[in-house]
């Protein structure tokens, strides 16, 4: 696995790469960086170049000062540019989390770049933006974390330590076993680059500042395959059941019941099996 920095969206990102072949890349979400994938790198990258950049304001990866630097249709746009210039017009984009948000927003912004699309654990954003205009009360208190994060510097005080990081482990994941002791440290590491709590905070404070004003999305024009762990405690399984009227080819969802929201930690042989099969269909 290489290590190594490109330039996109005129800002610099940092990525790991491993294999050769046809482009793949995984989008990490919050609190994560390029290390979420570390179950998946290893076997997607024996059939697949497998990329995995840390999103903006992540890790290695330039981190800018501003909430509105980080709206989606920015950070989808980096990813778009990271594509291109790593050298190939189109590629397979996985996402989780926040990574999942902005690979819905590649492929409905920047369609040309996007052969395939897989999504784990994050509604279409049009479904989002409906759960919260329509005051859906089960995904308000689900998502208090999200108004948590608006407020002025509590957030950054919590965030990214090492307790953060042991309490949502042992909350978070259904796999106990997902995140050992080495795990931990290197989240901890990411978070200690200078601004980083800051900057993966901003995500949230600029898709609630954006909400009600937040663009459109078009259908999704490449094929998508959803997986979703059905014991997610921060999203509703009921925001994934309108999800093929955003896709205009084809769409598949497969729920996992063993796993939560990090789903590819808590079943990664299943998530890999099945990015493995969507990733061979020839449709």
């Known amino acids: 696995m290489t290590s190594n ?29 390029w290390y979420g994938w570390r179950n998946q ?23 800018p000062a501003n909430v509105s630097d980080y709206k989606i249709e920015i950070l ?20 989780h989390d926040w990574g999942a948000a902005v690979a819905w927003a590649v492929a409905a912004f920047h369609p040309g770049v996007v052969k395939k699309l897989a999504i784990l654990n994050v509604p279409h954003p049009n479904e989002m933006k409906r759960a919260f205009e329509s005051f859906n009360l089960s995904q308000w208190k689900k998502s208090w974390y999200i108004f948590f994060f608006q407020l002025p510097f509590v957030p950054e005080r919590l965030v990214g330590t090492e307790k953060f990081f042991r309490k949502m482990f ?3 994941p259904m796999n106990k076993k997902a995140f050992n002791e080495e795990d931990v440290m290197k989240y901890v590491e990411a978070y200690q680059q200078p601004e980083a709590i800051k900057s993966a905070i901003a995500y949230y404070r ?18 998508v395959l959803m997986l979703w762990g059905e014991h997610d405690i ?18 598949e969802i497969l729920y996992d019941s063993t796993s939560g929201h990090f789903v590819q930690h808590d ?12 990733f061979a269909n020839p449709v």
Request: proline share 5%; with cysteine; charged share 25%.
């Open 5 to 33: 920095f490109i330039q996109a969206n005129g800002i610099k990102l940092h990525y790991v790469e491993e294999g050769t072949g046809e482009l793949v890349v995984l989008l990490h979400g919050f609190p994560e960086f």
């Open 41 to 63: 790198i290893p076997v997607l990258s024996k059939q697949y170049r497998v990329v995995a950049p840390d999103m903006r304001g992540y890790n290695l990866s330039e981190k």
């Open 76 to 95: 989808a746009k980096d990813i778009a540019e990271l594509i291109k210039a790593l050298g190939v017009e189109s590629a397979i984009v996985v996402g």
């Open 170 to 172: 042992e909350v978070m």
């Open 206 to 223: 600029a898709a609630f500042r954006n909400l009600f004003s937040s663009p459109q999305f078009p259908k999704i024009k490449a094929t």
């Open 234 to 251: 921060a999203l509703g399984k009921e925001l994934t059941y309108n999800t093929k009227e955003y896709c205009e080819k084809g769409f």
């Open 267 to 278: 079943n990664p042989d299943w998530v890999n099996e099945k990015l493995l099969k969507f």
